[in-house]
């Protein structure tokens, strides 16, 4: 798979993915307009060319006072998602070129008030889904929000992603229509923080080409 190529199907409006995109955006401008006064933390595992957070951060009100880091393994849209930060005016935004899995990345900002898993649910196994989601927790900050992203072809898993998520001390705030191939969902962290542990890979990124072919 060409990650970077991947990307251009965001440049059609009626593309599913820009579809889906439109419902991130959405979850995240909810995210900053209900988040408390002061400094921002946010942290984007898999983030590609960032356009969902880039693209909310460059006009949203609260968006200079958001320290994000976004990591991403293909170095074309890291170049991308780096020189659309710099763009936009948005000197807080880091773009990480290394392996998102890895707890590692994200020492030092965890827990955030948001935390983006948009592209990462479908491509890994069903296992390391629940193992990322147990991760959130010590991720995400408590009163803080993870953005989320599954596709809904069968076996849908989207039931048992809102389960798991809720089992741990999430709140449902909203997932996309079921009859969309595409869901996007938010939660919002009600428990309490765990320390995230260092050195530690929450998941193998496999690709959902694969895993379809599995």
């Keep these: ?24 955006q959405e979850r995240i401008r909810y995210a900053l307009d209900t988040a408390p006064a002061g400094p921002l933390s946010a942290i984007s595992l898999c983030a590609g060319q960032g356009r969902d957070l880039i693209g909310v951060l460059a006009d949203h009100p609260r ?13 074309r849209n890291v170049a991308h998602a780096t020189e659309a930060a710099r763009a936009a005016g948005l000197p807080g935004v880091e773009v990480v070129a290394g392996d ?27 296992p390391d889904v629940e193992r990322l989601l147990d991760h959130c927790t010590a991720l995400c900050r408590t009163g803080g929000t993870v953005v989320w992203t599954r596709n809904r072809k069968a076996p849908d898993l989207v039931p048992r992603i809102c389960a798991w998520l809720e089992e741990r001390g999430f709140e449902r705030l909203w997932v996309s229509d079921p009859a969309l191939t595409a869901s996007v969902g938010a939660h919002r962290f009600t428990g309490e923080n765990r320390r995230l542990p260092p050195g530690q890979r929450m998941f193998d990124f496999i690709g959902y080409d694969t895993l379809w072919r599995a």
């Design 1 to 24: 798979m060409d990650w970077h190529e991947w990307h251009d199907a965001y440049d059609s409006p009626d593309s599913y993915l820009s579809e889906r995109l439109a419902r991130v």
């Design 63 to 75: 968006g200079t006072e958001v320290r994000a880091r976004l990591v991403e393994l293909d170095e």
């Design 100 to 126: 998102a899995s890895l707890t590692d990345q994200y020492a030092d900002l965890a827990p955030a008030d948001l935390v983006l898993l948009c592209g990462v649910l479908g491509n890994i196994t069903d």
